[in-house]
């Protein structure tokens, strides 16, 4: 079945930068867009940002742009989320999902917590 495990999340300060990673398993990884989601305490979950099929495109949510930036492996069904100059409202789990594919189940995601 259609799985996401994400990883690469953890305790970072301020301005520093972190990697988070999904791999996808159960579908054509190659043949979906892909989505990144984050989802801070008490709060709704928010999209991320979006890339295309081939990675040729993306999008970020523009309250994150210029920091924020996804990229894909499709030869290891696996997407990417780097992140650079984080602020503590960053501070959420990071889940990733194909896009507009709201029947998918959702990962245990990946932790994010910036604070000095």
């Known amino acids: 079945q259609v799985q996401f495990v994400e990883s690469g999340g953890g305790l970072v300060q301020p301005g520093g930068s972190l990697r988070p990673s999904c791999a996808a398993s159960?579908?054509?990884?190659?043949?979906?867009?892909m989505s990144w989601y984050r989802q801070a305490s008490e709060r709704e979950r928010e999209l991320v940002a979006t890339?295309?099929?081939?990675?040729?495109?993306?999008n970020t949510a523009d309250n994150l742009k210029g920091r924020f930036t996804i990229s894909r492996d499709n030869a290891n069904n696996t997407v990417y989320l780097q992140m650079t100059s984080l602020k503590p409202e960053d501070t959420a789990v990071y889940y990733c999902?194909?896009?507009?594919?709201?029947?998918?189940?959702w990962g245990q995601g990946t932790q994010v917590t910036v604070s000095s």
């Open positions: 999902r194909r896009t507009h594919k709201p029947s998918d189940n």
């Open positions: 159960g579908f054509t990884f190659s043949e979906y867009f």
């Open positions: 890339i295309s099929t081939s990675g040729s495109l993306t």
